[in-house]
């Protein structure tokens, strides 16, 4: 059974930051392509950022790309999203996904695991 959970969500300024992390279990993390989605009421569920097997190539959405970094650590199964100069336009929750390929991918179709995800909310 695969299990992905999500925690470090919670309410922050405008500007201020957080990190999130995704504890996974029941997949072959260090094989596996990871991403993170985000999804405010109302609205669809929209890719952040995701990253290959090892590491070695991210790719993020404009909206965040200098603000956002994603990182994983094979070691201990688990991916993060350091997030800075938070906009209240970031108020979401996020998904931590994953799939068993090792490549980049950035729609939710691509990824067949999902967390239950974590709330960010950011104050004006």
């Known amino acids: 059974q695969v299990q992905l959970v999500e925690s470090g969500g919670g309410l922050v300024q405008t500007g201020g930051s957080l990190r999130l992390s995704c504890v996974v279990s029941?997949?072959?993390?260090?094989?596996?392509?990871m991403g993170w989605f985000r999804q405010s009421p109302g609205k669809e569920r929209d890719f952040v950022a995701a990253i290959t097997w090892m590491g070695g190539s991210t790719y993020y959405a404009d909206s965040v790309k200098g603000r956002f970094t994603i990182s994983r650590d094979n070691d201990k199964n688990t991916l993060y999203l350091q997030m800075i100069n938070l906009k209240p336009e970031d108020t979401a929750v996020y998904y931590c996904?994953?799939?068993?390929?090792?490549?980049?991918?950035?729609?939710?179709?691509?990824?067949?695991?999902w967390g239950q995800g974590t709330p960010v909310t950011v104050s004006s």
């Open positions: 996904a994953g799939r068993s390929l090792r490549n980049i991918a950035t729609k939710p179709i691509d990824f067949p695991y």
């Open positions: 029941g997949l072959t993390f260090s094989t596996s392509g």
